[in-house]
């Protein structure tokens, strides 16, 4: 037990006690049962001394591995300045991530925050705002898709198409409308539908690769189709790059595989590599807020953007983006030899860069769950993505050696 006066210097106790964790933490995760307390690259250390190669990355996050020398330096170096002081006074970090975040083609106006639901809620609003007052909507609908996941606050798990994620928690956020995920036609009829009255549809939200629903990638000539629609009747896109912005997927932005333009980007997951950072960013004709319309305390404060901005850089720096490709492509290709090679086991492989999942097939009776828990116990770490798909999104400075690692315990992991 911890004792509170000597909590400052005490080390937790050891071994790790879960019973002792589960007392007094809420169950909302079914969780594995390690604790990792070091981490080093695409290393981590358990509380009992084993390592395990980190193919989970914090889900999709820590963008630069663990203990990356930049970005202790950089959290060192700002935290040891100035670390927060909330927006009632300019922050330069927070415009040089803008702006930096502008360049590399993301959004030329930045609201900042705290996480990916944030990030949507930020969006929603905006898109609200932007219906009422650019559009003349009284109660503007957002579309999305179905098996899309934007996030845990009410607004997003209602924006979120799984019914999982939404039960016992009515009554739901109106003003959301779904659709099938690559169907153009069936957006198409659903905006004809709702404004065939008045006009109701202020933006369409969109995963360019759902993630949690599976790890399905957008189709490009069906998001081309969406952008049309949506610029025939100045209907907002909105792109969730939660998990798949940031290099991640061989390219800086998901949406840059699709080759549409979008309005509006949500980003947080990898952005500050581990540090709690969210941000919706628009084009400059789609920013209609003002002071008063939104605001977070800790949003963007010194030492989230500091750590942002070491890993945009380190990422351009150190050709991240170019090794997200590579090294997603060894990836893909070792895992569908092992397709090939085990029939039955996996039934596809999908993904961009470092974003990949192995839908597993029909001879495989283990769930994705029950296989990130072999893998774990053969000392590898992966993510579930839903029932059947399991997740790939290592750190992006991953090694080819690394990669070769993977595949041989994921391949054994399969075998057993
Ligand atoms: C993880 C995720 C979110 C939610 O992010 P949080 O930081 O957990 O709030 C939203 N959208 C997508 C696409 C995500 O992958």
Known sequence: MWNVHGAMSAPPPAPFDPQAFDAHVMSTYARFPIALERGEGCRVWDTTGRSYLDFAAGIATCTLGHAHKNLVEAVTRQIGRLHHVSNLYYIPEQGMLAALLAALGAGERAFFCNSGAEAN?????LARKYGRTRLGIERPVVIAAQASFHGRTLATV??????????????????FVHVPFNDATALGEAIVELDRERKQVAAVLLEPLQGEGGIRPGDPAVFRKIRELCDARGILLMFDEVQVGVGRSGKWW?????EVEADVVTLAKGLAGGLPIGAMLCKRSCDVFQPGDHASTFGGNPLACAAALTVLMTIEKDKLVDNARLRGDQLRAGLQALAKSSPGKIAEVRGWGLLLGAELGSTE?????????????????????GPRVVRFVPPLIVTAAEIDEALAVFARVLAG
């Open 158 to 175: 209602t924006a979120t198409g799984q019914a999982k994620y939404q039960q016992n928690f009515d009554p739901l956020v109106p003003g």
């Open 365 to 385: 009776p283990r769930t994705a769950a029950d296989i990130a828990r072999a893998a774990l116990d053969a000392g590898l770490l992966v993510v579930p993505a």
């Open 254 to 258: 998901g949406h840059q595989h699709l």
């Open 121 to 125: 809620e930020a969006a929603i609003k």
